[in-house]
């Protein structure tokens, strides 16, 4: 029997361009590309790289601020992915639950007050609303990174039961001398799982880390402008690496 010849570098172009559709088309996808043009553009400005007098600097502080508005854009009637996600989930306690509140109902409010702060910016309803609304937000968005990280390391210990589970099923396979490549192919998906996992975990921190700093308006320590900005693109970086291998 033949065997398949292996994807032509045609194919593969004409697979990523696909992907890459597939991607953009996705409301995710856009918003964390623009999520990374913005926090290089703050490094760049917090850094120091270019000096105040420059006037590369005014065009990048006006990018950065347009781009700012457009990804509230895209957070509109986002909230309701959260109440879909807590209306469908299923707790197996009292404090899953509790966890999950926090979770869906802290981002839903979060993503809910952000319609209003984006009408404000573009100048539909009063700007003078904006300062409280933008504090309402940023501790909606704290409390529900506290509980999207608290379920979190809850799923990450049941992987990590798991993997312990199927580890022991190997080892007995070896030890009786019979195949195990199914256990093998279990083992690698869960540890693909796992990856993903630590990852969104890592993301979250990110994003909690921001949240925390715009509760505190900037102020306090760790809330420095360069530090903040490599916390949003890193999470802007794990976030567009999930998203582009869920399409």
Same mark, same amino acid.
């Given at each position: 029997m033949a065997s398949k010849a292996p994807p032509s570098s045609t194919e593969?172009?004409?697979?990523?361009?696909?992907?890459?559709?597939? !991607?953009?088309?996705?409301?995710?996808g856009v918003d964390k590309l623009l999520k990374i043009s913005r926090y290089t553009t703050k490094i760049i400005l917090s850094s120091s790289a270019i000096s105040e007098s420059h006037p590369l600097t005014h065009r990048l502080k006006s990018f950065e601020s347009s781009v700012g508005v457009s990804r509230k854009a895209f957070?509109? /009637?986002?909230?309701?992915?959260?109440?879909?996600?807590?209306?469908?989930?299923?707790? %197996?306690?009292?404090? =899953? *639950?509790? #966890?999950?509140?926090?979770?869906?109902?802290?981002?839903?409010? !979060?993503?809910?007050?952000?319609q209003f702060i984006w009408l404000a910016k573009s100048g539909l309803i009063d700007k003078r609303h904006s300062s409280r609304l933008q504090k309402i937000s940023a501790w909606a968005e704290l409390i529900g990174y506290i509980g999207s990280i608290s379920l979190k390391f809850r799923d990450l210990?049941?992987? #990590?039961?798991? %993997?312990?589970?199927?580890?022991?099923?190997? =080892?007995?396979?070896?030890?009786?001398?019979?195949?195990?490549?199914?256990?093998? =192919?279990?083992?690698?998906?869960?540890?693909?799982?796992?990856?993903?996992?630590?990852?969104?975990?890592?993301?979250? *921190?990110?994003? /909690?880390?921001?949240?925390?700093?715009?509760?505190?308006? /900037?102020?306090?320590? *760790?809330?420095?402008? #360069?530090?903040?900005? *490599?916390?949003?693109?890193?999470?802007? #970086?794990?976030?567009?690496?999930?998203?582009?291998?869920s399409c």
């Open positions: 593969k172009q004409r697979d990523f361009f696909n992907h890459l559709e597939a !991607y953009l088309a996705k409301r995710d957070r509109l /009637g986002k909230f309701i992915q959260d109440i879909n996600a807590l209306r469908n989930s299923h707790f %197996e306690s009292n404090q =899953e *639950f509790l #966890l999950a509140l926090l979770a869906y109902g802290g981002e839903g409010i !979060y993503y809910f007050v952000e210990n049941r992987i #990590l039961e798991d %993997e312990a589970c199927l580890k022991a099923s190997i =080892e007995i396979a070896v030890n009786r001398g019979i195949g195990h490549r199914e256990e093998d =192919e279990k083992m690698k998906k869960l540890r693909a799982k796992m990856l993903m996992k630590k990852l969104s975990i890592v993301q979250d *921190f990110a994003d /909690g880390f921001m949240a925390v700093a715009d509760v505190r308006d /900037g102020n306090g320590r *760790f809330s420095g402008p #360069l530090l903040i900005s *490599f916390a949003g693109l890193l999470s802007a #970086l794990i976030s567009t690496h999930k998203n582009w291998i």
